[in-house]
């Protein structure tokens, strides 16, 4: 199935992307990705790796704190307003949509520690664009992070396309993650 023309609209893109997601191919993948990020992570931006812990049918990238001597942190989803970010180590509850996240009430971590940050998403493009679930979740995060964070897509091969459709608020990346590694957007 080829993807949708770039005027198609995000709600096109979605349903393209869902159709094409690894279900099959999910512990695989992820774990490829964890190998090229902990080979990679050594020479990226100081200070803790944001990471996220996956909703089902997305790649699971919670290995790398395994990986790293980093710290590590993770976004909460509260039930309005934006996310927020606490330690991978705090207490953690089951979200309504099947993930894990940090229990309400626990500690922060200072934007300004973040250094690498993970952004998972459906669809990423080769110049960085990426196209997320449409909450406007990590639009709404990725300004508050440093300018010198790495802002790394995670996403696996079949869903990396040339160009997506952008608005002003999109934040683009500056690294995709694949098994087949992390490289650099160009």
Do not use: N
Request: proline share 9%; charged share 25%.
């Amino acid at each position: 199935m080829t993807p949708p023309a770039i005027d198609a609209g995000k709600a096109s893109w979605r349903t393209w992307a869902r159709s094409r997601a690894p279900i099959d191919d999910l512990d695989r993948i992820s774990a490829r990705l964890i190998d090229g990020l902990a080979h990679w992570l050594p020479g990226a931006p100081g200070g803790h790796v944001l990471l996220y812990l996956a909703m089902p049918g997305e790649l699971d990238v919670r290995a790398i704190a395994d990986h790293t001597d980093r710290l590590c942190a993770v976004t909460r989803t509260p039930p309005e307003g934006p996310l927020t970010v606490h330690p991978l180590a705090s207490s953690m509850e089951l979200h309504r949509f099947g993930y894990e996240q940090p229990v309400a009430g626990s500690a922060e971590v200072e934007r300004e520690e973040i250094g690498v940050v993970l952004v998972p998403g459906l669809v990423f493009a080769a110049d960085g664009g990426r196209l997320g679930h449409g909450k406007g979740y990590y639009d709404t995060l990725l300004p508050t992070l440093p300018d010198r964070a790495a802002r790394v897509g995670i996403t696996a091969e079949t869903l990396l396309v040339e160009r997506l459709p952008t608005e002003p608020h999109d934040v683009a990346m500056s690294h995709l993650a694949t098994e087949r590694g992390v490289r650099a957007v160009r």
